[in-house]
């Protein structure tokens, strides 16, 4: 089309309907989903739209196998997986997962020949000239496997194995390898040991590098697959065999998958073989062997556990924390730090409390981390080592880490805050209060600064708004009062409407377990202060306020005695119905739905009296909010014979079941 035509309107009608009329065609034909499907993926000329159907194919095909009128389209996904097009074929490669569970679903109702057929799909494509569509077919060979049932097509899997690991090409070996350690864990433990080890032992000792190497990545796949004693000297020597391997690719492929072995090795033979391996890797004369085994060295120490893991093992991941870094974080020593800060807190929990020493020094190194990435990873899980560390020794060593990473950047911070109340639970009642000031102090010093830049990091002060219910269960009433309640009614008039949003859903929660009594203890102390401040609100001249005390209402009914929000609340909630702004009364619509969904609230005078005159508003929408609010004992009560209550409110349904008065 040329650029003139681009811009056409009568050239575009033209190519616009020329597609609706080919769709109205097939539909006019009576051809299903699948067929139309099927149409498009051989008949369509145009490439954008042919891959599109193409890559639809496996769910349209799950819904046609569900309904289970249809054949499965196996004829269509030969012919498109030796399409000259390999963008095709990668799709088709793609889809081979999902057709796999579209047969699933339908098994009953399908031939063998079928399962076999997509199985002879899959290996037609792992011998595919372009490497996306490899990729793709080697990923699938396993889904598609676990269809097969019966002597005869387990061996067809096994022959069509065995030819790809005996293949003269190279890269079809390397194939199947990567195959051969994807299929143990549906082949079983026995056809693992007898038919895939021989295989796997005789890739180990291939010519070509790249073969040695995914051989490595699939050794403990199918040891752990077999699990047997026979066999588990066969994978231990294979696998000690190419630690020694002349290629470093392969050797930080060892390091890499050192840890694997544990699943298929006994803990006897596990730790004599990180004993012999560990030392010549992480001093290997390659670099990249180095990194690779460093990198690795927490999972691994989880994986022997605190009795048997060797004072060595951690000395070295203590001095891989040290690594040093320049400003970016893309260096060695950044990526480095980066692992043992995301594998420390479960290497303290493997060595346990008693050993925490050994790693205190590391974990202080990468809290003080030049990466900014290192410290945020840390400041993540510091909930999880006060876990591990409890009371007096989580204060003593945490605590300034954790007042330290409040004052760091927003990234860092938000780690932290986003586990508050995990973290100050670990940490003894006495000690909590620091911690309380040192939050209140976040949410002060963002809102000052959210005043040059409109909202400011709003989602720090989300996430803040998101932990004072939880907070507020674990700290005293007087702390309550004191911070968390001053807290989140500063959160309430956040200038961002998701942080407001956030703090009205946590304001009810934080009164409740604040209050901690009858309803009475609502008019004290600080409590009391709050629920004034909270209807004066009610009166306040800025509408969003007005708006945020109808939404305060509706959230209290679930989470606060319904007494309180009757006598304290409803009284202003009610005159609502008369705001100047719209969307004030929209509001109130939505939250008497809700209170009514409550039986406390469900025959409230009041709340009929302001649904008749938000009925009669003389804004359009919302009176026909009021429309949609239906209140038993209303006049318009049972007009629809359900003897219910409900709302449809700024696209939401809300309904409740309430008893039908007999008259």
Not at 5 to 19: G, L
Not at 42 to 59: I, M
Not at 508 to 537: C, F, H, I, Q, Y
């Amino acid at each position: 089309m040329s650029d003139s035509a681009a811009f056409d309107p009568d050239v575009n009608e033209k190519y616009v309907d020329e597609a609706k009329s080919a769709a109205d065609e097939y539909a006019a034909d009576g051809l299903t989903e699948l067929e139309l499907c099927a149409q498009y993926c051989r008949s369509c000329t145009v490439s954008v739209q042919r891959h599109f159907h193409v890559r639809s194919l496996g769910e349209v095909c799950r819904r046609a196998m569900r309904v289970g009128e249809e054949a499965f389209p196996l004829d269509l996904v030969e012919e498109l997986a030796q399409d000259d097009d390999g963008d095709v074929r990668q799709l088709v490669a793609e889809q081979l997962g999902v057709l796999a569970e579209a047969l699933r679903e339908s098994r009953a109702r399908q031939e063998d020949e079928v399962y076999t057929g997509l199985l002879c799909v899959a290996f037609l494509l792992v011998e595919d000239d372009v490497d996306g569509v490899v990729s793709a077919a080697e990923d699938a060979v396993a889904s598609v496997a676990g269809l097969l049932e019966g002597h005869d097509a387990r061996e067809l899997l096994l022959t069509q194995i065995a030819n790809l690991a005996t293949c003269e090409e190279e890269e079809i070996r390397v194939s199947g390898a990567k195959i051969l350690g994807s299929l143990a864990a549906v082949l079983g433990p026995e056809v693992s040991a007898s038919r895939l080890a021989p295989l796997l032992v005789t890739l180990a000792g291939d010519e070509q590098f790249q073969i040695r190497e995914a051989t490595t990545r699939a050794v403990a796949a199918v040891g752990a697959a077999a699990r047997n004693e026979d066999a588990e000297s066969t994978f231990e020597t294979a696998f000690r065999a190419l630690a020694q391997d002349d290629v470093w690719s392969v050797r930080r492929a060892v390091a890499e998958t050192l840890t694997s072995m544990s699943a298929c090795l006994s803990s006897g033979a596990f730790e004599a073989l990180v004993a012999d391996l560990f030392e010549p890797l992480a001093n290997d004369v390659s670099y990249q062997v180095r990194v690779a085994m460093l990198e690795n060295l927490g999972p691994l120490i989880s994986a022997l556990g605190g009795e048997r893991a060797s004072a060595s093992l951690v000395d070295h991941f203590v001095s891989a924390a040290r690594a040093e870094s320049g400003q970016s974080s893309g260096t060695s020593g950044g990526a480095l730090q980066l692992a043992c800060a995301f594998n420390l807190p479960g290497v303290a929990l493997a060595i346990g409390r008693a050993r925490w020493h050994e790693i205190r020094e590391a974990h202080a190194t990468l809290a003080d981390s030049v990466q900014w990435r290192v410290r945020r990873t840390v400041a993540c899980s510091l909930h999880e080592v006060a876990k591990i560390l409890g009371g007096d020794a989580a204060d003593a060593d945490l605590s300034p880490i954790f007042e330290e990473t409040l004052k760091d950047t927003d990234e860092v911070r938000f780690g932290a805050v986003s586990n508050l109340a995990a973290f100050v639970r670990e940490i003894p009642p006495e000690k909590r209060k620091r911690h309380l000031r040192s939050i209140a102090g976040i949410a002060e010093s963002q809102q000052q600064s959210a005043r040059g830049d409109a909202v400011g990091n709003w989602r720090l002060r989300c996430a803040l708004a998101l932990q004072l219910d939880a907070l507020s269960e674990i700290v005293s009433q007087r702390d309550n009062e004191e911070f968390v309640l001053p807290l989140a009614l500063r959160l309430l008039r956040d200038p961002a409407h998701a942080v407001r949003a956030k703090a009205v859903g946590c304001l009810g929660a934080v009164l409740r377990n604040t209050a901690r009594g009858p309803a009475a203890t609502w008019r004290e102390g600080g409590v009391g202060k709050t629920v004034s401040d909270l209807k004066r609100m009610a009166t306040n001249p800025g509408w969003m306020d007005r708006q945020a005390y109808v939404q305060m209402c509706g959230a209290f009914s679930a989470q606060v005695d319904p007494r309180v929000v009757i006598e304290e609340l409803v009284p202003l909630l009610v005159m609502s119905a008369d705001d100047a702004v719209p969307n004030v009364r929209r509001e109130l619509a939505a939250t008497i739905a809700t209170l009514q969904a409550n039986p406390s609230f469900a025959a409230l005078p009041d709340l009929r009296d302001a649904v008749a005159r938000l009925r009669d508003d003389r804004d359009g929408d919302v009176a026909a909010d009021g429309e949609g609010v239906r209140v038993r004992g209303s006049r318009r009560d049972g007009e629809d014979g359900s003897g219910g209550f409900g709302v449809r409110v700024h696209g939401v349904t809300f309904a409740a079941e309430v008893t039908r008065t007999e008259k």
